[in-house]
């Protein structure tokens, strides 16, 4: 089992930033990489970004590409989303996830419980 805990979510105007925290513990040896998802109000969960827990590959959705980075820290465990230019459309619930199988897309094993993040025009 691997248990993920988020944090740094909160409220921002647009063109602000924030940064979101996700700390793994348990088994996360097993985990072959990490991503971050958002679900808003009435839209299905979307994938943001993700990247693979030993070789540090990233991958990032077309809507966050030059605005969102996701990286890793191995010796603490935690993985990060770095969010800048924030716009009002990316209020959303964000989730962290960790995938057990090779490659970044499709099912994820285990979910953190969320973070809001709400941005104002």
């Known amino acids: 089992q691997v248990q993920l805990v988020e944090s740094g979510g909160g409220m921002v105007q647009a063109g602000g930033s924030l940064r979101l925290s996700c700390a793994a513990s348990g088994r996360t040896a097993s985990m072959y990489a990490m991503g971050w998802f958002r679900q808003a109000p009435e839209k299905e969960r979307e994938f943001v970004a993700a990247i693979t827990w030993s070789g540090g590959y990233t991958y990032h959705a077309d809507s966050v590409k030059g605005r969102f980075t996701i990286s890793r820290d191995n010796a603490k465990n935690t993985v990060y989303l770095q969010m800048n230019s924030l716009k009002p459309e990316d209020t959303a619930v964000y989730y962290c996830?960790?995938?057990?199988?090779?490659?970044?897309?499709?099912?994820?094993?285990?979910w953190g419980q969320g973070t809001q993040v709400t941005v104002s025009s």
């Open positions: 996830a960790a995938r057990r199988r090779v490659g970044v897309y499709g099912e994820y094993d285990y």
